[in-house]
């Protein structure tokens, strides 16, 4: 068994996981909310231009606007020259027009859609450029005959059709018969003439064309001849796939089939443990050995470690094992996580030239089955391997969890230590404005575990501080304070400091 396809759909959610070997490499998750805006097509309305960014933001009817660089309007979105400054964005939009774009990238990390006016409809084998009348092949069929191959097919059958729109060859596509293009060509230009036909009806801002359902698109976009099986625990959502497959991908259609055990369908393969490991930093090696994995605003960094791998005679040696194995699995885990942008890797040093370029090309290799686009560095003179990775949507750790309430995301709580002696300043300057009422008291409510300091470690500076400032303080445990939380309270004055 090679890729296993797990789509489990509830009134809640729908999840698909991609199994390679058993292995859990991609998660998918559709929630009422919604899964995806990438591939939608709006009809928006300029908001502003804001020349100094050469951008604009356009209304697409949704909470936020969407995000339009002028390198992505018109010719320019095609444009391979990183230095050519092209027209200004003034020249190329203006304030109140009504354009038809396409999101490009999901909103991640409080930005709004990225969008394109270089409208592209995929289809299972082939993608339809509407307003560039080229023919591409994708860049991983790297046979030139079968380049030329569907490239020849291509052309003839946009003559045979009369179709005066380009077209890019999917990876998919490669060794595709003539009939399966031809019935994309055809399904591709359908479509287009609906997006059309509802646009000319549509007033800004509008939904012009939604992509497909969760279980579908997986359908289109993920099975490949790898795929062996699907397995659906849904019978309605299984009859839609089972037609989609028959009149798109005969081939796969057999291998869909209803998952009716008793036993959920996740927990029998066991995602639910992988994606809860998933979303934690720590990623155990199998020798021991272990990488931690954080993602920033800017960049996601791994860092490698040999931890209790003792395997090689040489510590050169069990260097090279580990960063070996480090290299064999973090392309899964980018997959799993989805993670993107930036990403660097701190491999634990090698001395050894060979020795890198043999744990970057194992990084490179384990990478090949990942759909997304990636582009490797080199090791730098400080040991690190950059590469990037294209993000169309948030992490899996941001579809499914939010900033910590108690640390508002920094990861790190205040120590008790810390928390006593913030209390013992909010008294001392509190205690100083109020010296001249010597009837009252001060009462200090925090979680146990200050109280307890205070009580014993820091008894001895709280009886002190008490006789400086000629005022009583008592303690109260408030059990839902969290850390680094507290109250301060003068009784008589009901003066109040908060920390």
């Known amino acids: ?49 804001i020349p100094s960014m050469q951008a604009a933001f356009v209304d697409l009817g949704l909470h936020r606007p969407g995000f339009l660089h002028a390198r992505s309007i018109g010719s320019r979105a095609n444009s391979q020259d990183g230095q050519d400054q092209g027209p200004d964005i003034r020249d190329l939009v203006h304030d109140g027009q009504e354009v038809l774009v396409q999101a490009t990238r999901d909103p991640i990390a409080g930005k709004g859609l990225r969008l394109t006016t270089e409208v592209t409809l995929p289809a299972r084998h082939i993608v339809l450029t509407p307003s560039a009348n080229q023919i591409g092949i994708s860049r991983r069929i790297e046979d030139e005959a079968e380049r030329e191959r569907l490239r020849q097919l291509i052309a003839g059958l946009q003559s045979q059709l009369g179709i005066d729109m380009g077209f890019i060859a999917r990876t998919v596509a490669q060794y595709a018969t003539s009939d399966a ?62 037609a989609f497959a028959e009149e798109f991908l005969p081939e796969l259609a057999a291998a869909i089939k209803t998952y009716a055990e008793p036993r959920p369908l996740f927990e029998r393969f066991g995602i639910e443990d992988e994606v809860a490991r998933a979303l934690r930093p720590r990623v155990e090696l199998k020798s021991g050995g272990f990488l931690v994995i954080e993602q920033t605003e800017a960049m996601t960094t791994i860092d490698v470690n040999t931890g209790s791998y003792l395997g090689g005679s040489q510590f050169e040696e069990t260097v090279y094992r580990t960063n070996l194995e480090a290299a064999s699995v973090i392309p899964r885990q980018l997959r799993l996580r989805n993670l993107g942008g930036i990403i660097v890797i701190d491999f634990i040093d090698m001395q050894n030239p060979e020795h890198q370029r043999q744990v970057l090309r194992s990084l490179e290799q384990a990478s ?66 109020t010296s001249s009422t010597n009837n009252g008291h001060y009462l200090i409510r925090a979680p146990e575990a200050v109280v307890d300091r205070l009580l014993d470690e820091d008894a001895a500076q709280l009886a002190s501080l008490s006789s400086d400032i000629g005022q009583e303080v008592r303690l109260q445990v408030e059990p839902s304070y969290g850390p680094g939380e507290f109250d301060l309270v003068h009784l008589h004055d009901a003066s109040r400091a908060s920390g």
């Open 1 to 49: 068994m090679t890729e296993e396809l797990l789509i489990n759909v509830n009134e809640f959610e729908t999840r698909v996981a991609l199994l390679d070997r058993g292995a859990l490499h991609e998660l998918h998750i559709a929630r009422v909310s919604g899964y995806s805006y990438t591939g939608n097509i709006y009809l928006g309305k300029v908001e502003r231009t």
């Open 368 to 433: 090949e089955g990942d759909r997304a686009r990636l582009a490797f560095d080199g090791f730098s003179s400080l040991g690190l391997v950059q590469m990037s990775r294209k993000r169309t949507r948030e992490s899996l750790a941001r579809q499914l969890c939010e900033p910590c309430p108690l640390c508002q995301g920094v990861g790190l709580t205040k120590t008790s230590e810390t928390t006593c002696i913030e209390v013992f300043r909010a008294l001392q300057q509190d205690g100083h404005r």
């Open 181 to 242: 293009i031809e019935t994309d060509m055809r399904q591709l230009r359908r479509m287009w003439e609906r997006v059309l036909g509802k646009r000319s009806g549509a007033r800004s801002p509008a939904l012009i064309y939604e992509d497909l359902p969760l279980p579908i698109r997986v359908l289109r976009d993920l099975c490949g001849p790898r795929l062996e099986r699907i397995l659906i625990d849904d019978e309605e959502t299984c009859r839609r796939a089972t």
